[in-house]
T-cell receptor, first 113, second 111 residues
Framework: EAQVTQNPRYLITVTGKKLTVTCSQNMNHEYMSWYRQDPGLGLRQIYYSMNVEVTDKGDVPEGYKVSRKEKRNFPLILESPSPNQTSLYFC????????????FGPGTRLTVL | GQNIDQPTEMTATEGAIVQINCTYQTSGFNGLFWYQQHAGEAPTFLSYNVLDGLEEKGRFSSFLSRSKGYSYLLLKELQMKDSASYLCAPTGSYNTDKLIFGTGTRLQVFP
């Protein structure tokens, strides 16, 4: 089944404790992206990647890092999480040819205390 | 700047037709997406309009006017399962690398 997976789905952590949210897709998509969703603010793009070793900032990159060492994986790293990073995070992927539709993962609900 | 405006909430009755409007201003534009998102779930793709005009896909249709910075999503023969948020997302650049999502319109369908 074609899908985007994220892990963990739920995470409660404390300020300053480094964490990684993994994202993996099995559709051989070149493009991958991370979003956060907050009430009243909608989905905001954090980082995106056009292909392996190619990443670029979205609208709200501060406090986040990403890497794209393999085509299928695009982990989101919070080196020193803070409470304002409490949010619902979505990873998405799409092909760079044909349809521009983005396929979203199921989401990761992160709480930083 | 980037700005997207769509109603926060709408209600409708099962079997009815509802139109969700979206106006936008972006620094670059290639096209406009509509996504559906049920509470607590991931957004799912509904449509992508690049050219002006109406595109119909089953019970859902989407319209775009590039010159007016305006789009709408038309839902016909509403069903209870259509209760969800509908996200308008114009591209924020001249390609589809960056999407700017609106806050969404929460639609409630009543029997």
């Amino acid at each position: 089944e074609a899908q985007v997976t994220q892990n963990p789905r739920y995470l409660i952590t404390v300020t300053g404790k480094k964490l990684t949210v993994t994202c993996s897709q099995n559709m051989n998509h070149e493009y991958m992206s991370w979003y956060r969703q907050d009430p009243g603010l909608g989905l905001r793009q954090i980082y995106y990647s056009m292909n392996v070793e190619v990443t670029d900032k979205g609208d709200v990159p501060e406090g986040y890092k990403v890497s794209r060492k393999e085509k299928r994986n695009f982990p989101l790293i919070l080196e020193s999480p803070s409470p304002n990073q409490t949010s619902l995070y979505f990873c998405a992927s799409r092909s760079t040819s044909g349809s521009s539709e983005q396929f979203f993962g199921p989401g990761t609900r992160l709480t930083v205390l | 700047g980037q700005n997207i405006d769509q109603p926060t909430e709408m209600t409708a009755t099962e079997g009815a037709i509802v139109q969700i409007n979206c106006t936008y201003q972006t620094s670059g534009f290639n096209g406009l997406f509509w996504y559906q998102q049920h509470a607590g779930e991931a957004p799912t793709f509904l449509s992508y309009n690049v050219l002006d005009g109406l595109e119909e896909k089953g019970r859902f249709s989407s319209f775009l006017s590039r010159s007016k910075g305006y789009s709408y999503l038309l839902l016909k023969e509403l069903q209870m399962k259509d209760s969800a948020s509908y996200l308008c997302a114009p591209t924020g650049s001249y390609n589809t690398d960056k999407l700017i999502f609106g806050t969404g319109t929460r639609l409630q369908v009543f029997p």
